[in-house]
């Protein structure tokens, strides 16, 4: 409750007339994915991620002949990053999927673009990427 009333402080909501909580609707549904709104999604997203260990200095990937797996229960099923939740919008009707990519398309073609192979079977990896949900 905390979040979303922060939310609507942030938006300003008490400026907007007729907008009284949960009374605000088409507000709330809005599309908000214009590409100019994607961009500053997109910059947000990447700014968010931190690592908290690098244990014997792994990163940065140095060698792109290295088999990159990508592994986990939310790698690659589109369901488990599009279901029913309050972060990811991307259930919710009204936002559009077009964009959306799981984040083994995101590693691979980042990743094959800098000369790795990615796969999504450990089997022969050099290196393991999990992500969890």
Same mark, same amino acid.
């Given at each position: 409750v905390e979040m979303l009333v922060s939310a609507f402080a942030h938006m300003n909501n008490a400026e907007m #007339? $007729?907008? /009284?909580?949960?009374d605000c609707v088409s507000e709330l549904a809005a599309n908000a994915r214009s590409p100019a709104h994607s961009? &500053?999604?997109?910059? #947000?997203a990447a700014s968010a991620v931190v690592l908290l260990k690098n244990a014997k200095n792994l990163l940065p990937l140095a060698d792109p002949s290295q088999v990159?797996? +990508?592994?986990?229960?939310?790698? %690659? #099923? #589109?369901g488990s990053q599009t279901?029913? =939740?309050?972060?990811s919008g +991307?259930?919710?009707?009204?936002?559009?999927?077009? =964009?959306f990519?799981?984040? @083994? =398309?995101?590693?691979?073609?980042?990743? /094959? %673009? @800098? $000369?790795?192979?990615v796969t %999504?079977?450990?089997?022969?990896?050099?290196?393991?990427? &999990? &992500?969890?949900?």
């Amino acid at each position: 409750v905390e979040m979303l009333v922060s939310a609507f402080a942030h938006m300003n909501n008490a400026e907007m #007339a $007729g907008c /009284t909580p949960p009374d605000c609707v088409s507000e709330l549904a809005a599309n908000a994915r214009s590409p100019a709104h994607s961009a &500053v999604a997109k910059a #947000a997203a990447a700014s968010a991620v931190v690592l908290l260990k690098n244990a014997k200095n792994l990163l940065p990937l140095a060698d792109p002949s290295q088999v990159l797996a +990508v592994s986990g229960p939310a790698a %690659s #099923a #589109a369901g488990s990053q599009t279901g029913e =939740d309050y972060y990811s919008g +991307v259930n919710e009707g009204h936002i559009p999927r077009a =964009d959306f990519i799981t984040p @083994l =398309d995101a590693i691979r073609a980042k990743g /094959t %673009s @800098l $000369g790795f192979k990615v796969t %999504s079977s450990i089997k022969g990896a050099d290196i393991c990427i &999990v &992500v969890g949900g």
